[in-house]
């Protein structure tokens, strides 16, 4: 089984008048985040980390902010198409941890909701996605939302076709064994005909005249 470890960092600058969207979560607060799409910085994080756990290139080599396309998009467009890069590989979701460092709005009255819709995103269970949210003190950060993330993937082990092969024929071999086993017990080099059912003459042919 093969494992890989991802990990994404974003960060936005708050901004008047436009949504806040966190890990997909609309959530009540007087300032959005600043982006080319919806600004969710946690989703942003989470596809960087699953794009960099495949070798894939990160979030901007599928999505340049430079593209119009793209303008006010949902981030979820931008982690089905990581998904679908993590799929491609070969590999699976094991677990993801996250940091959010915000001074506001307050994640952690909001953190299991921030799970269920992270998970429901990722098509995981909320038991495997992190969430925790530390505040900026010291960093002098307090207008901006910076998003850590690291994830853990697991090979899907689809045998290849060689491998295919190769059980099939060890089975075959173990069955032929099994066969020539038998075969010999049958008709082996020395046969032991004494419980063949054969009886002894019930006379001495010395007597014989």
Known sequence: MSMRIGYGFDS???KADVPLIIGGLSIEHPEGLAGHSDGDVLLHAITDALLGAVSAGDIGTFFPPSDPRWKGAASSVFLQT????V?????????????LVMAKPKIVPIAGELRESVARLLGVKPG?????AKTPEGLNQDHVAVAHVTVLLESLNVPEPQSLRTIAAEANSDANAEIDLVV???????????????KLPSFDTDDLT
């Open 87 to 99: 799929a491609t590989a070969g590999y699976k979701i094991v677990n993801i941890d996250t940091v």
């Open 12 to 14: 936005h600058a708050f």
């Open 128 to 132: 495997e996605v992190g969430i925790k």
């Open 184 to 198: 010999k017990g049958l008709v082996g080099d020395s046969r032991d005909v004494s419980a063949l059912g054969r």
């Open 82 to 85: 990581a998904l679908e890069e």
